[in-house]
């Protein structure tokens, strides 16, 4: 860390307004070849449909008589400056930017100071013009994070499973693994770790950190992960940035709907049912052309699950959900922009948790609902300085429900009975952000500065209501109750705040070096948190084709209140039976959780990264990625009793230490008509000392012990792309993602764990998913129907494994998914 101090001592040098270097021209990056004129110049300014400025979009200038060519990239206010032109000369003018439009200009006079303003429409399903393709994702020596990036092109070609949900498309980026709970986990990182961003504003659940809002995936425009060289803009995660940004109306009206027709299913021995209806629709247009739009997408979901291994009348699975965004953009004058936003979310599930392992009787009903309220401001100042200013209200509601009021039990083999608790709780956020975007400047180069502030206030309140669990043995005999309190209540509240300080450096036109630091605070730990970091990239070669990387940065996480909770429960009281099941062979072992909170620190990250971007011949973009992270400080619960496993005080503690480490290579290309391929294989190692995940109703008895995460997967490697077939208006779609299977740890009858933890893994997952997508146009409306074979190979990829040593069934994987055939149709709106 030394010598990151040093640079940083070197950066406020170096930008400080009394250095006396010599000062070089405005614009986002030297151009490749200075013109000789001087007098004359033309400044950029590149917006969106809707006049929002568009950052970092590539700016060239042609010089028509000479071929000199002049390139910057814009800043944070959409602005790029060209000086010293020649005024007797045309110029022709070129804008791009990745899901943009690009835009080309020809036969530009230039005299004086001049302005032009460059608009780049985003990329629409539905193009409005014939043969205009989407900008290229060509090497942006202007992005330092190991940014990958979704645009719409991506979200609505690559068929991924189950994509009525957007969270099925990020494990085909790199980094980036599912669980089986459907939550996300990005370089080696737990969920919580992740910092989830919607439009701006934090939507990460503020309890369990699960990324638990949805919304329809055709509200998304691009969604971009960020795994290392994060800008310090964003603190609290270690694991990196999941940012969201959905759609916005423009002067045209558009509508359109996927999957308004609901689907039946056959199964051997079912016979007919109905099986979903997961309806999409959005819709958006002007409501004063040129200065207010409105924005409307929803989606819901209609589910009769059906598990084949069931009895008929107990397996079926009900499951209903839906959302709706809303937004509003209001352009009150060309210098500030209004934009409102408001999602909402339902569900309601009969039976959460139907298996082989937990029939009917033993599922819970479950109600979830939560909703987002912002608003956001941008004013653009006159010298080029930006401020954005934004409020946002978020709140989630959980509740679940037994099927009924009998006693729960445990077998080797199945549950029976019904499930032994019930909870309501209910979670906040209120956040307030502010961000100022510097008026660029030279000294030793140029300087693009933003400083920041974000302000959050948590809340949280849960209640538990506990009925007893019997424990049966093999032969059918009592061997432990477990007795939770009947009544548990839980209140805790969180602020949070946070401040930083970012510059963007170019003190040549190769080499851009991104310094910053970051302030973090909150109530719980109280402690003053400093994050340093510094990152860059080095352009090679007279064409650019070659980008260096590198970085390396302190990273805190948030405080976890999901482990304050569960010192708030407890005591917990284990009833041991001998082996006639009636007669107690003594007291009850009693578990407690507890936290020291003026004890605790903040778990942190120390995390670098390098990494090499190079064009191939033929247009192929290949990329070379290392990253390591090096956690300490992380929260865990261990058991101060060291006479017996099976009972304790468990205290929360700073013991833990995780380490991650992968190399990823990547490649792509783009072919004519905006048709892609896109290639990556990872290796990766995501361990911890500690990796025992002690809770109150689900114990693992054992000493904590280290081992790999339950995420861990050394090796993997996803493709997708889609090309034109011989046939007319068909395209030909897939994605493939093959990895190693999940670890898995196996316990006895006692939930005791046998063997090293996480010591077995399930089978290797392979996916394919080809498809065919077919468009035509009926009674002058676009449509679009696509076929798609899910897992076509029959590949048994399970999701469930019985690890109860004891039980006859031991080893026996379930939840096999199988081959598929999913169909989509999409209304596009009027040709």
Partial sequence: MRIVHLVFCLWLFAAAPWATAQQTPRHASIPIAPSRHEGTSLTVLVVDENSVVVPDALVVLTDADSDETLRIYTDAAGRGRFVNLSAEHKFTIHSEKGNFYPVSKQDLQISGAQTLEVTLPHVQELKETVNVSASTQGIDPAQVADRKSLGTSEIVNIPYPTSRDIRNILPFLPQVVQDGRGQVHVAGADTYETTDVLDGFEVTSPVSGSLAMRFSADAVRQVDVDSTRVSTQYGKESGGIIDFNTGMGDDHLRFDATNFIPTWQSKRHKGVSFDKWVPRATVSGPIAKGKVWFFDSADAEYDNYIFKDLPLGSDRGPFLRGSNLAKVQINLRSTDILSFGFLNNIQDEKRQGLSLLNPASTTVKRDLSSYLGDVKELHYFSGGALLETGFAWNAFHDEYRPQGSAPFIITPTINQGNYFEAFNGTSRRAQGIANLFLRPFSSWGRHEIKIGTEIDQINFTQRYTDHPVELLRPDGTLFRQSVLPPLTLLDRNNFETSAYLEDRWSPTDRLLVEPGIRLDWDEIVRRPL??????????????????????????????????????????????????TGTTLTGPPVVTNFFVDQPALREPRFLNWSLGIEHKFPAAIYGAVEYLQKSGKDGFIFQNLNTSSILSGNYVLTNTRRDHYRSVQVTARKHFHGDYNVYGAFTHSYAHSNAVVDYSLNAPIFSPQTGGPLPWDVPNRFISWGWFPTPLKRIDLVYSLDYRTGFPWTAVNENQQIVGAPYSHRFPSVFLFNPGLEFRFTFRGYALALRGVAEDVTDRKNPIFVNNNVDSPNYGAYGGFYGRAFTARIRFLGRK
């Fill in 530 to 579: 400093f994050s340093p970091r510094i990152a860059g990239t080095y352009a090679l070669g007279t064409e650019r084709n070659t980008k260096l990387s590198a970085g390396i940065g302190t990273y805190y996480e948030r405080t976890h209140l999901d482990y304050l909770a569960r010192a708030l429960t407890g005591p917990r009281l284990d009833y041991y039976y001998d082996a």
